[in-house]
């Protein structure tokens, strides 16, 4: 307290604030949505001070359009909700207002410090509390990048700017506010969040930002898998996940991050086809098409999958068993560090499941895949694979040739039945339990 204090009498706490005019950074008022407008003036209107913060404002004045608007205000929690017809509290660490306003909802904050010499830390220097309340520049110096701190008040058309974001953004470099290596230490993943930003921004990671990443890497594995989660989601589906991975590895962070990356990005062959299902990813992103998140991860997983399931075959186990140990195998480890959601990684089992059945293309077997729930993410996926050379691509084309036949083309391309298959059935029905695989 007394620190805080005398760096406050000291003016150590905030940077020299300027508030820059419209003419020198050029955002209009109009450039916000409806909803981001309306809620800064209802506040405005009851006394408050109220701005539009962070990502939105960011992304306005390099001409991006903003996924959401964040409003940061001096009013409290309970001053907020009242002024509007259909407002919540939300969260239970740090308490925010959404307000829904047609089919928006804008998330509105109130201004908090985040004092490192008084926050809690753990011993790695992790802030685990940050939830007081305070000024507007103690709200600016708590996050995390310059360009992600300022302020634009929609009354007047000014930028606040305490640490010469604007500068920045113009330089085109990301540059975190303070002393990179506290920072990365109070909040790892903020190391994550530089990357991504990077990629998706086009900027360049200064070098003070990007040097101490690569000794820090290993502090990834103390955030909890269900942050890192939604931050590789937002990573993987920013539309640009492709350079971020390439980025990640630049900078020494797919280390340890994922376990999946360290070893597939080193087999070609995985290499390839995680770079095919990205390079997709991004395209359907940038196109506004939907993109599945279980697809995606169930992509980036496949050749852990198949390494582990050719494994287990080698070592005697039957086929499909074997397939479906070496998915438990794999979901348990990446579940631990990435808190993949069930209902993702149901799916996903869906999708590896069914490729070995693509293998059957004779009987009643192809007509029965094509009906199933998911034949269409899985043969998306056995697309994938085919254009990663890792099946042959004649076999992709039987299928889209299958889905799209008549009845009588259909019957006309079914293989026959071979006869070995059979045999080796009605030697397993007689010896139900197989021989105990040899422990992984
Ligand atoms: P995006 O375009 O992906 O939404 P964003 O910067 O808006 O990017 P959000 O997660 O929406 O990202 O965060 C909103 C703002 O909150 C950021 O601009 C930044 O000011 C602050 N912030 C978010 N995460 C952190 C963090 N880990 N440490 C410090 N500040 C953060
Ligand atoms: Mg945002």
């Keep these: 307290m007394i620190k805080r204090f005398i760096r406050r009498v000291l003016g150590l706490s ?35 001070a109220s701005y539009v913060v962070g990502g939105a404002v960011r992304d306005l004045l390099l001409g991006i359009v903003p996924t959401d608007f964040d409003i940061a205000t001096d009013a409290r929690p309970e001053q907020v909700k009242p002024l509007f017809r259909r407002a919540l509290i939300i969260g239970r660490r740090f308490r925010l207002v959404h307000v829904m306003m047609g089919p928006e909802t804008v998330e509105v904050s109130t201004f908090r410090a985040a004092d490192p010499d008084t926050a809690e830390k753990d011993e790695h220097g992790r802030v685990l509390r940050d939830n007081v309340f305070g000024t507007q520049a103690e709200d600016a110096r708590r996050r995390d990048f310059t360009v992600n701190a300022l302020y634009f008040d929609p009354a007047t058309e000014e930028v ?4 010469g974001g604007l500068a920045d953004l113009k330089k085109r470099v990301l540059r975190v506010i303070g002393e990179p290596v506290t920072r990365y230490r109070e909040d790892p993943i903020r190391m994550l969040r530089g990357v991504r930003l990077s990629a998706k921004l ?12 690569r ?111 070496a998915m438990d195998e794999v979901l348990d480890t990446q579940c631990a560090k990435l808190a993949i959601t069930r209902k993702l990684t149901a799916t996903m089992r869906e999708v590896w499941g069914m490729q ?29 694979r085919a254009a990663s050379g890792e099946v042959p691509a004649e ?9 799209a036949a008549d009845a009588d083309t259909r019957k006309a391309m079914l293989l026959p039945e071979t006869g070995p298959r059979k045999r080796r059935r009605r030697r397993r029905k007689k010896r139900p339990a197989a021989p105990t695989p040899a422990p992984a």
Aim: charged share 25%.
């Design 14 to 48: 905030a940077n020299h604030v300027e508030r820059v005019p419209r003419q020198r950074h050029g955002l209009a008022r109009d450039a916000l949505s409806p909803a981001a407008a309306k809620v800064c003036a209802v506040l405005r209107e009851a006394g408050f």
């Design 160 to 163: 606040v700017d305490f640490h």
């Design 202 to 213: 086009g900027l360049r990671l200064d070098a003070a930002t990007r040097e101490p990443i």
């Design 215 to 325: 000794e820090l890497a290993p502090l990834m594995e103390r955030v909890p898998p269900a942050r890192l989660f939604d931050e590789m989601l937002k990573l993987l589906l920013s539309g640009h996940a492709s350079a971020c991975l390439r980025q990640l590895r630049e900078v020494g962070l797919h280390k340890g991050l994922l376990p999946l990356l360290d070893v597939i990005l080193e087999q070609p062959l995985g290499e390839r086809f995680v770079t095919l299902a990205l390079a997709q990813t991004d395209e359907r992103v940038l196109a506004e098409r939907p993109v599945s998140p279980a697809f995606l991860f169930a992509a980036l997983l496949w050749h852990e999958v198949l390494a582990a399931w050719r494994g287990r075959e080698a070592r005697g186990e039957r086929s499909i068993p074997a397939l479906e140990n």
């Design 356 to 384: 070995p059945r693509f293998e059957l293309r004779s009987g009643q077997r192809p007509y029965r895949l094509v009906e199933a729930p998911r034949f269409r993410m899985a043969y998306d996926f056995l697309a994938l």
């Design 395 to 403: 076999f992709e084309a039987w299928w889209r040739a299958f889905q």
